[in-house]
């Protein structure tokens, strides 16, 4: 029986075609829903959690600017047990905390000495955190409009849908980018041309989470606010 040659151009095409198979398994389609993917999974599966973030507030870049100006820049902590209650910490550069205990929001202002209490339907909404943090139902709220890859993330896109009371929000775009079933990243835009930009680091997921978490009493003599 003759063998049979197979020459060098012909491996080479052969090569060819499966490298070409191989990244037709990777189409733009399914990177474009990765982002997507990894949002639903994280809002279903992780219940609480804690990390670190940096924020930075940015103004859109203006005629003659080469780059945007960076308004404000802050860093902290945050933890999280769904639905509804998390604790945002800023450390620097001033303290102040953010939080939810599912039936109130309370903001403490150190430097000031301040407590502002307020429902929890009446600001929970417009913070950054309760996009995150919120229940599991965010496609109640929520278009998922895929986002693509960038910056290492697959994002995706919240689009408040109307008459479902997201249209408080004081952002006219809202972006969260995905790494690893985590989110890493939040782009904000409001209507004003400034992006609030925060990376999560340093992530936890389902731990032990004490009862007094979401608690807050302020110290003697601070002034106490109660708006509703």
Not at 85 to 101: G, L, N, S
Not at 121 to 138: D, E, M, R, T, V
Request: some cysteine; glycine content about 10%.
């Amino acid at each position: 029986m003759p063998k049979m040659k197979i020459g060098f151009t012909h491996l080479k095409r052969i090569a060819f075609l499966a490298l070409l198979g191989l990244t037709c398994l990777t189409s733009p389609s399914v990177i474009a829903d990765e982002g997507i993917k990894q949002f639903k999974q994280f809002i279903s599966t992780v219940n609480n959690a804690e990390g670190e973030f940096t924020q930075q507030q940015i103004r859109a870049t203006k005629q003659g600017e080469s780059q945007p100006k960076v308004l404000r820049k802050s860093q902290g902590r945050f933890i999280f047990q769904r639905p509804g209650k998390f604790v945002w910490e800023t450390i620097k550069p001033f303290e102040q905390k953010v939080i939810a205990d599912g039936q109130k929001l309370l903001l403490w202002d150190k430097d000031l000495n301040q407590l502002t209490v307020r429902p929890a339907s009446k600001g929970l909404s417009a913070s950054p955190a309760a996009i995150l943090f919120g229940g599991a139902n965010a496609e109640e709220y929520f278009e998922l409009i895929p986002g693509g890859e960038k910056g290492g993330m697959f994002w995706v896109e919240l689009k408040p849908k109307a008459n479902s009371g997201s249209g408080d929000l004081p952002y006219s775009r809202i972006g969260v980018g995905m790494t690893n079933g985590l989110p890493a990243g939040l782009e904000l835009h409001d209507n004003f041309g400034t992006i609030v930009l925060i990376n999560l680091s340093k992530i936890r997921t389902n731990i032990h989470l004490s009862p007094n978490t979401f608690k807050f009493s302020p110290p003697a003599g601070a002034d106490v606010l109660n708006v509703q």
